[in-house]
């Protein structure tokens, strides 16, 4: 029994400092809402052909039309090229480089996270169609710093047009990050030393957002311990040769960033604005035929394209506006799930390849992306705290556990083995997430039982119409039945007439003819007696 105190009260104490730590990095006294809806911003980018593609004799049948923001495809139907056209935010064909991608699209983000909000960028399209390459970028090795690099992508560029900002205001702030990959619907922290699988759960301060048991949070202080870390984790996830790509991401990696300023109000005192950045990395979508996955590749890309194909449905059910969206149906659609249709500014950048070899999935992904504009977000503008806020927070969080503590030293608490007491409450968090899945089963089958009544009402309103359709049908036949009857039988008595009167005028043809013979017979008689 003293030992189980003992390990209880570590364990109550080691929350008081991880309870005091979380307070410090999370908003969660309330949202100020923004009244007004925006749609995602979707971008389409389209790469130049590769030497493989080049090697196969493909052809392009992609036209990106930058200016005007729209892309042809050249489909061919029957041995007929139909053109295709997709329309979306923002539009940048092979000609254009890493820098203009980035001032266009996540550019003007960053403000919008100093501001206070939650942003979100993705890049979603095929194996090999150029989604690392736009988020992450690589090194040429002819520059010193990674802004001078044509070849830098999307997150160094966003983490150091962050510093700038934050170097550029008198404000004091703290930086954290954090780099996470989804590898065969599993999760691992790519900052950790260890190779241990993370558990999700459902934030309870703020609904649909998820917490992240034991991800690590680096504390970062410069641009060059950022670019270390990009390093670090890049080499750490995971990634193999395939037929149609050679270093092809093989999971989905979500790179967080949270910034923490402080600020005085007209009365002097002091508050912290909060704003998170989630730059995210998906695997592509994989044809395991075309690619030559076997074995644990094979399986790798089913995880993926089932993953993926999870988020397309998400998408096609938030374009629906269906209550009911799957999110629950992936690790990928979970973490997601405030970017679509949730509290985010979110961006997407898919990819393709102009290379008739991949026109079946470069229409896939012009589709998930063309479906994607018309989600509705409502982003919300994270509010800040007062410094006597989280101080009150603190107070009451330690002496809560304290109070706890002092009970189990008693003995008259309850209180259990550390091993048990996660365990539990593991569980209880598992039976609580089957509870809210359960109950939105119900409503979405509350909502499906209703437009089936709706249908069968209608249905039967049908019904009863054909039914009285089908009496007047009837009757109308009966009649045409008898009509029918009389006039076969007068049809009868007139052909029994016909043949009469065609006998009796075929007999008097006969006569006429033998009569008009003997006239002959007689007159020649005559004439020759004379």
Do not use: W
């Amino acid at each position: 029994r003293p030992n189980s105190r003992a390990c209880f009260s570590q364990h109550r104490l080691k929350e008081v400092t991880a309870s005091v730590s979380a307070l410090k990095t999370k908003s969660r006294t309330g949202t100020m809402a923004s009244k007004k809806e925006c749609n995602i911003q979707v971008a389409l980018r389209c790469r130049p052909m590769n030497k493989k593609e080049e090697d196969e004799k493909a052809y392009t049948t992609v036209e990106c039309h930058d200016a005007l923001r729209k892309v042809d495809t050249k489909v061919k139907t029957a041995g007929k090229i139909e053109t295709k056209t997709f329309n979306f935010d923002h539009v940048f064909g092979p000609e254009s480089d890493q820098l203009h991608v980035y001032n266009t699209l996540v550019g003007p983000l960053i403000e919008e996270v100093l501001t206070g909000f939650n942003c979100t960028v993705f890049a979603y399209g095929q194996t090999g169609s150029g989604k690392t390459h736009t988020m992450e970028g690589y090194r040429s090795g002819e520059f010193e710093s990674y802004l001078e690099d044509p070849g830098t992508g999307i997150i160094p560029r966003a983490l150091h047009h962050l510093f700038d900002r934050l170097e550029d205001g008198k404000t004091e702030y703290t930086v954290k990050v954090s780099f996470l990959e989804i590898y065969n619907e599993e999760l691992f922290d790519l900052l950790s030393e260890r190779e241990e699988k993370l558990r999700l759960f459902e934030d309870g301060t703020k609904k649909g957002s998820v917490v992240i048991k034991g991800l690590e949070e680096v504390s970062v202080h410069s641009r060059d311990q950022v670019y270390s870390i990009l390093s670090r984790g890049a080499e750490k996830r995971r990634t193999g040769e395939t037929k149609m790509n050679k270093s092809s991401s093989r999971s989905h990696s979500v790179f967080s960033v949270t910034v923490h300023q402080k600020e005085c109000n007209v009365a002097g005192e002091e508050l912290i604005k909060i704003g998170k950045l989630y730059l995210v990395d998906l695997a592509g979508s994989e044809n395991i035929g075309r690619s030559g996955a076997v074995k644990d590749q094979a399986r790798e890309a089913r995880n993926i394209n089932t993953s993926l194909l999870t988020l397309g449905r998400c998408i096609q059910k938030l374009v629906q506006g269906e209550r009911h969206i799957p999110y629950r149906d992936s690790k990928l659609t979970r973490l997601l799930q405030d970017s679509l249709g949730g509290r985010t500014k979110t961006s997407i950048v898919a990819t393709v390849s102009p290379a008739s070899c991949n026109m079946e999935e470069t229409l896939s992904t012009l589709d998930y992306a063309f479906r994607a504009k018309n989600i509705k977000n409502r982003p919300e503008v994270n509010q800040t705290l007062s410094k006597k806020v989280l101080i009150k927070e603190y107070v009451d969080e330690i002496e809560r556990l304290k109070r706890d503590l002092v009970a189990t030293h008693k003995s008259d608490g309850v209180y259990m083995d550390k091993a048990n007491y996660q365990d539990m409450q593991e569980r209880l968090q598992t039976q609580q997430d089957d509870i809210e899945q359960k109950l939105l089963q119900i409503e979405a089958y509350k909502e499906e039982i209703a437009k089936l009544t709706e249908l069968f009402e209608a249905e039967s309103e049908k019904l009863k119409e054909t039914e009285m359709t089908l009496q007047d049908t009837e009757q109308s036949l009966a009649h045409t039945t008898k009509t029918l009857a009389s006039t076969e039988a007068e049809l009868k008595e007139t052909a029994l007439e016909r043949d009469a009167t065609q006998f009796v005028v075929q007999q008097q043809s006969k006569t006429e003819a033998s009569i008009t013979q003997e006239a002959h017979d007689v007159v020649s008689v005559a004439e020759t007696t004379v």
